[in-house]
């Protein structure tokens, strides 16, 4: 059995894994799970290549950038109408698509640390 993998447009995109210790909270109630959220703000020091950092709320976390040693295909599992029983294992109505494909990766090992800021002194 063949199953087609085709991409939609010439150039992939290139996305990047962030790998954490730990997991991340919310305060707010999960409605779509495949909906984008903002996470925090993501950083590149500045003549360092592959030092990171990573801003989420009110902590800090300190990573780097890592190329991995083959890269990964982001695929999309796309199936058509169901195959008739006469035509079983020649052909299959599903296809995968390359969304985009993974060269690198952020790795954050250490705890995060807390953001503190001055506070006003009280007179």
Do not use: C
């Not at 150039?11 to 779509?32: C, N, R």
């Not at 989420?56 to 083959?70: A, M, P, Q, R, Y």
């Amino acid at each position: 059995m063949i199953i087609p993998i085709v991409s939609e447009s010439g150039k992939l995109p290139e996305w990047a894994i962030v790998e954490l210790q730990g997991s991340l909270e919310t305060y707010h109630p999960v409605v779509d799970p495949k909906a984008e959220r903002f996470i925090g703000d993501l950083h590149y020091k500045q003549g360092d290549d592959n030092s990171a950092i990573l801003i989420i709320g009110s902590h800090v976390l300190n990573g780097k950038e890592v190329t991995l040693s083959k890269p990964l295909g982001v695929l999309v599992k796309e199936t058509g109408e169901p195959v008739p029983e006469d035509k079983k294992g020649e052909e299959t109505n599903t296809r995968w698509i390359v969304k985009g494909v993974v060269r690198k990766k952020l790795i954050f090992k250490s705890r995060p640390k807390p953001i503190v800021t001055d506070l006003p002194k009280s007179t």
